[in-house]
């Protein structure tokens, strides 16, 4: 075992040494691969151990992990790059890391050696300290295995490990053993464990009460692309401690959710200014104007335009606020800093705002179900207005003002009424489709066997929000580039010829985009007769999802759209035939396409709407069913004759 400090230095682990380890390795293989025969890396054993006990009146909390995985098949390049992780909640004592190739019929260790410390960045928009200590597996080929144990300091007992499992990968043997002191209360849940049997035991012996959790763990899901995050999907227990005696003083930790947000709030009260320091600011923000919401909506924009993310903090800075005045210094802030600063610029006008903790989508847990620090990661700022929540989200840039941010849809949020007594958990709504429109109107002509046309696209909402996001490159290639993965017509050979812009700037307003394009090479002339198909934005109709597949699929919103084209029906011609109307629909989505002639204008509508975040696996028949249809319907042509 190596001890933290001497992570910067290599040769590490002299303890260890590259001599052979008993066991029979053909034997081991053959048994592997027959009952895994399609696996390429399985998890022979796993182990967790969490240890509470009381030192010094305080819970002195141990956690260990062991993992063993063995190699089936060649394909395990990716495997070899590995980190351990650890922060300041949970300090690294100990670790041990090697690998094994196989002489003989035995195992011959090859201890990792060198290894490097990183920034751990998690994706999440709470930040903390994390690092990782990042190495390498020498020689993982097939019948080799890999070893990994780690000893941490819990040092805060808010924060406790969970026990958790990946549905992607095959466990042969799983331990999780929990073991409690007399003195300390704690809960268990247990979540997402579906048809797994665990064998769970409770033994007590010399004070210590030990939960041990053991048994096999099949792998139930194939890891897919824009698959929920693992936390929706893997089996897991989550263990806390809700209160704990020492001389005769009971203390709570998480007891309930009560608990919760007061170990929250405390960190509030930390970061408190007075109000009026930013009047003058807030002032010159709102003007002349005096209405509340459009005070606010003011304010939240100079946020957004005005302060940048950063991820800055450690340790416990990562759930303390940063001062709103040292955030309006330095024009940028974490999640907390901007809320903060959103938070006091609003209250300085005398607006009913709050402090609000909350989730993103990446997190399954709700705080009515779980009251543990890691039911949220992230927080923004709400403010009541006409007996409603409105949530503000100061990270997310190019959001609506009255719109959450689209990770937090759907999250359960908690909201700080002033002091640290008073909360109210409520929900943020989805927003509904219709908010998301996009809006495509376009008038073309035949040009020989080529059209060329001009329309007007109104994008709404997320859309909007989408759109801008993408634009990092504030030039005209960077635009007509965008512009056409949002427009584009009929084939790959679509040009865009010419774009531009209104409301760009503007987040609360509609973004327009003016367009002229033109589609060579498009109309099929035989004879007299020209062949047209009108379903320009057939390109949209999204692929059909492989039944096999055993994951829901995750959109990051719902949305609509409504496509015109108009067809200037050149002279000499009359339709000879024009499709029937189209409706099709399930309850998560509505598709319609109609077709008339106004004089010499042929005029396709087409409207959709996608009801979804999530498309479950007893959904996708239904769904393909629908692709189906469409693409059908979108083969046909209008026909046209000279006259």
Same mark, same amino acid.
């Given at each position: 075992m190596t001890h933290i400090p001497r992570i910067l230095y290599t040769g590490l682990f002299s303890i260890l040494f590259a001599g052979y380890a008993s066991g029979q390795a053909l034997e081991? =293989?053959?048994?592997?691969?027959?009952?895994?025969?399609?696996?390429?890396?399985?998890?022979?054993? =796993?182990?967790?151990?969490i240890s509470i006990k009381l030192k010094d009146?305080?819970?002195?909390?141990?956690?260990?992990?062991?993992?063993?995985?063995?190699?089936?098949?060649?394909?395990?390049?990716?495997?070899?790059?590995?980190?351990?992780?650890?922060?300041?909640?949970?300090k690294l004592i100990a670790y041990n890391a090697y690998s094994t190739y196989v002489v003989g019929n035995k195992y011959k260790k090859i201890p990792v050696t060198e290894f490097q410390v990183n920034d751990f960045d998690n994706?999440?928009?709470?930040?903390?300290?994390?690092?990782?200590?990042?190495?390498?597996?020498?020689?993982?080929?097939?019948?080799?295995?890999?070893?990994?144990?780690?000893?941490?300091?819990?040092?805060?007992?808010?924060?406790?490990?969970?026990?958790?499992?990946?549905?992607?990968i095959n466990y042969v043997n799983v331990k999780f053993t929990l073991n409690v002191a007399d003195g300390i209360e704690i809960a268990i849940d247990s979540l997402f464990f579906g048809n797994r049997k665990f064998e769970h035991q409770v033994a007590k012996k010399n004070g210590i009460t030990t939960h041990t959790w053991f048994g096999p763990s099949q792998k139930t899901l194939d890891y897919e692309d824009d698959a929920p995050e693992r936390n929706h999907v893997a089996p897991q227990i989550h263990v806390r401690i809700t209160s704990y005696q020492s001389n005769n003083v009971n203390t709570r930790v998480l007891g309930d959710l009560t608990d919760l947000y007061h170990w929250n709030c405390s960190f509030l009260q930390q970061s408190k200014e007075d109000f009026g320091q930013f009047k003058t600011?807030?002032?010159?923000?709102?003007?002349?104007?005096?209405?509340?919401?459009?005070?606010?909506?003011?304010?939240? %924009?100079?946020?957004?335009?005005?302060?940048?993310?950063?991820?800055?903090?450690?340790?416990?800075?990562?759930?303390?606020? %940063?001062?709103?005045t040292q955030v309006c210094k330095e024009r940028y802030g974490d999640c907390k800093g901007i809320s903060n600063i959103l938070f006091c610029l609003l209250k300085s006008q005398n607006i009913d705002a709050y402090m609000v903790w909350i989730g993103t989508r990446d997190l399954p847990y709700r705080y009515t179900q779980l009251p543990i620090p890691s039911v949220d990661n992230h927080m923004i700022t709400a403010l009541k207005y006409k007996g409603k929540f409105i949530f503000m989200d100061g990270t997310?840039?190019?959001?609506?003002?009255?719109?959450?941010?689209?990770?937090?849809?759907?999250?359960?949020?908690?909201?700080?009424?002033?002091d640290c007594e008073h909360y109210v958990i409520d929900t943020v709504e989805e927003v509904k489709s219709k908010d998301n429109l996009m809006y495509d109107s376009c008038y073309f002509r035949l040009q020989d066997k080529s059209l060329v046309g001009s329309g007007i696209a109104v994008l709404y909402g997320y859309r909007k929000m989408s759109f801008i996001d993408r634009l990092d490159e504030k030039n005209d290639r960077s635009l007509l580039s965008l512009s056409r993965s949002y427009l584009l017509?009929?084939?790959?050979?679509?040009?865009?010829?010419?774009?531009?812009?209104?409301?760009?700037?503007?987040?609360?307003?509609?973004?327009?985009?003016?367009?002229?394009?033109?589609?060579?090479? =498009?109309?099929?002339?035989?004879?007299?007769d020209a062949y047209l198909n009108m379903n320009l934005d057939r390109t949209f109709i999204p692929g059909k999802i492989d039944t096999k597949r055993n994951v829901a699929i995750e959109y990051r919103y719902k949305d609509a759209g409504v496509n015109i084209a108009c067809f200037e029906l050149p002279k000499g011609y009359q339709? %000879?035939?024009?499709?029937?109307?189209?409706k099709t629909e399930n309850n998560y989505m509505q598709i319609t396409c109609d077709y008339?002639?106004?004089?010499?204008?042929?005029?396709?509508?087409?409207?959709?709407?996608?009801?979804?975040?999530?498309?479950?696996?007893?959904?996708?028949?239904?769904?393909?069913?629908?692709i189906d249809t469409m693409q059908k319907y979108y083969a046909e042509q209008i026909t046209l004759n000279s006259k």
């Open positions: 081991d =293989y053959t048994k592997y691969k027959l009952l895994y025969p399609k696996e390429e890396v399985i998890c022979t054993s =796993y182990e967790n151990e009146n305080q819970p002195y909390i141990q956690y260990k992990t062991n993992e063993e995985f063995f190699f089936l098949g060649d394909n395990n390049v990716s495997l070899s790059n590995r980190s351990i992780h650890f922060s300041s909640f949970y994706k999440q928009i709470f930040f903390d300290d994390s690092k990782e200590l990042k190495f390498m597996f020498p020689q993982i080929n097939r019948g080799n295995k890999t070893f990994i144990s780690n000893t941490y300091e819990i040092t805060d007992p808010h924060f406790l490990p969970k026990f958790s499992l990946s549905p992607y600011l807030s002032d010159s923000i709102v003007g002349s104007e005096k209405d509340t919401f459009k005070k606010a909506a003011l304010i939240y %924009a100079w946020v957004q335009n005005n302060i940048h993310y950063i991820a800055s903090e450690a340790g416990y800075e990562g759930h303390i606020p %940063a001062l709103a997310a840039s190019n959001v609506k003002f009255g719109m959450p941010s689209p990770f937090t849809q759907g999250k359960e949020a908690m909201i700080a009424l002033g017509k009929g084939s790959n050979r679509f040009i865009l010829d010419t774009v531009w812009l209104e409301n760009q700037e503007d987040k609360n307003l509609p973004l327009i985009i003016h367009y002229k394009f033109s589609l060579p090479e =498009y109309v099929t002339k035989i004879e007299k339709v %000879a035939y024009l499709p029937k109307s189209l008339k002639q106004d004089k010499n204008l042929l005029i396709r509508k087409q409207t959709i709407n996608r009801d979804y975040l999530l498309i479950y696996p007893d959904m996708f028949i239904s769904y393909n069913s629908m």
